[in-house]
């Protein structure tokens, strides 16, 4: 059965916005799914390489599992690799998962996920800033990371080479002063130089899903701020 779309602002998806976050924000979005407007629960996104490795996949799960047992959403682009991860994860715990399209709602990128995507718009929430009709175009993903950025209180970057879209998503987190964390060992990776400056800017290195949770506002303050 055929979806319902609605449309809503950022404000309204998730609380006000500061003047910083407000000027690059989307107008509207495009939604369907069953989770609440606004989310009342922190957000935490978990995103990374495309073709990522069986270690990265593992830590991508592995985050998502523990965060959405402690009641986090996993935001993610399901694109293949970690975000497919962190999203199946996510929904294995039986927590609660939104997906941030680079495309319109009525089209799946990549094919191999249309069960996924067709689960979390019924179970979850699927997002896009891109009407029906929209054209394709590579330019969509990176303004999707940096909205991803936007409703996520967290970004969380697992895994990523020196091109990926991912590093789009970790300079708009620490533009908008959010927190960004990256794997360690990508920090001490010899072969890549962003995540080394991203920790210049305040990035934070983590070996344990852990740290993250500390960093992110508990229920109670997040249904506080949107009452």
Known sequence: MEQQIRTC????LIRPLNDVEEKHAPEQVYIVGKLPIPL???????IGSRKASQQGLEVASATADFLAQNNVIIVSGLAEGIDTAAHTSA????GQTVAVLGTPLNKVYPKSNDKLQESIMKEHLVISQFPN???VLP?????????MALISDVSIIVEAGSTSGTIHQGWEAIRLG????IWHQLIHDTSLTWPKKMVEYGAMEFSNPKEILESLPPHQIMLKVLQ
Do not use: D, H, M, W
């Open 91 to 94: 929904i294995g715990a039986k």
């Open 40 to 46: 009342t629960s922190p957000r935490a996104a978990i």
């Open 133 to 135: 009709g929209y054209p």
């Open 178 to 181: 959010r927190p960004l964390f």
């Open 139 to 147: 330019g969509n993903f990176v303004l999707r990371n940096k909205t």
């Open 9 to 12: 602002t950022i404000t309204e």
